[in-house]
């Protein structure tokens, strides 16, 4: 069974703090990975996607990658309280199944003013 | 920029009912698919879509599911005779090449669906 795991939190950060987001997942042939931001009732939302080691950042973002290890996280730097929502990671056996994306549950994030 | 449209944004049936829901994906993009999210549950994949045909489904998608491209433009799901625990959040994703490490699909609004 493939498992992406996740703490489901709730992370709670001060504004304007670092919010720092992990997950870790099962199946060492999963090629890509990718972080959605997941408003309550609203459909995932994708920040970015990462599938070499080490980091990529976008804006106030950075994904890390552990093929090693099997773990990647997720930093945001200078959260802001718009930035409170469920953070989902997502990882794909990119090769095999032409996009079927494996979810872990979600760390809900809250930045505080 | 461009969106995956799903309709409707919220569908109630009757227990046993048949219920479609349809999802217009982004014009160039080529793999379709239907994940689902019950309420406070993760995101579960139920089938992807590519050149009219099904490339993968889950063990969700059982025989009380089915998918079709009608015509050029829509996607959609169609489950038959529907069952409490069908009430989710259905979510349609597009995406349009496999080549650039990543497939990365974009999502649609969701259609609620809550049976009765």
């Known amino acids: ?113 | 920029e461009p969106e995956v449209t799903q309709t409707p944004s919220h569908q109630v049936t009757q227990m046993g009912q048949e219920v479609i829901l349809r999802c217009v994906p982004i014009s160039n993009h080529l793999y379709f698919y239907w994940y689902r999210q019950i309420l406070g549950q993760k995101v579960e994949f139920l089938v992807s879509f590519y050149n009219n045909e099904i490339s993968e489904k889950s063990e969700i998608f059982d025989d009380q599911f089915s998918v079709e491209r009608p015509d050029g433009s829509n996607f959609t799901l169609k489950i038959r005779s529907t069952k409490l625990e069908d009430s989710a959040m259905y979510f349609c994703a597009s995406s349009s090449d496999t080549s650039s490490g990543a497939n990365v699909l974009t999502f649609g609004a969701g259609s609620r669906l809550t049976v009765l």
């Not at chain 1, 995932?44 to 290890?69: H, V």
């Open chain 1, 1 to 113: 069974q493939k498992e992406v795991e996740q703490n489901s939190g709730p992370l709670s950060v001060p504004e304007g703090a670092i919010a720092s987001l992990n997950c870790t997942y099962s199946d060492r042939g999963s090629q890509s990975f990718f972080w959605y931001r997941q408003y309550s009732g609203k459909s995932p939302e994708l920040i970015m996607f990462i599938y070499s080691n080490g980091d990529k950042e976008d804006g106030r973002f950075t994904a890390q990658l552990n093929k090693a290890s099997q773990y990647v996280s997720l930093l945001i730097r200078d959260s802001q309280p718009s930035d409170s929502a469920t953070y989902l990671c997502a990882v794909q056996n990119y090769g095999g199944s032409q996009g079927n994306l494996i979810f872990g549950k979600g760390t809900k994030l809250s930045v505080k003013p």
